[in-house]
Nanobody, 116 residues
């Protein structure tokens, strides 16, 4: 089992920055990958960024603006030069592997609102 708790969302003006944090507890040593997803109203949940064994991957729209990092049980998303289209609920995700099978876990979500 894995529990994920996010923090760091909020309201920011366009061009501003926010840093999201996610703290994992439980079987953290079997977690890979970890990542951030986001879901805007009326839209599907999309991958923003992920880290797999130290290799990072980003959605094209956030490349050069967002940076994902992982420090053991903590996952971060540094978001710079935020745009109104970044407004969404951001979810922390972790995949837990056991015996060749996996389960996906999600945090409760944190709201990011970027005003123009």
């Amino acid at each position: 089992q894995v529990q994920l708790v996010e923090s760091g969302g909020g309201l920011v003006q366009a061009g501003g920055s926010l840093r999201l944090s996610c703290t994992a507890s439980g079987s953290i040593f079997s977690i890979n990958p970890m990542g951030w997803y986001r879901q805007a109203p009326g839209k599907q949940r999309d991958l923003v960024a992920s880290v797999t064994g130290g290799i990072t991957n980003y959605q094209d729209s956030v490349k050069g603006r967002f940076t994902i990092s992982r420090d053991n049980a903590k996952l971060y998303l540094q978001m710079n030069n935020l745009k109104p289209e970044d407004t969404a609920i951001y979810y922390c995700h972790a995949r837990l592997w056991r015996g060749g099978l996996f389960d996906d876990y999600w945090g409760q979500g944190t709201q990011v609102t970027v005003s123009s």
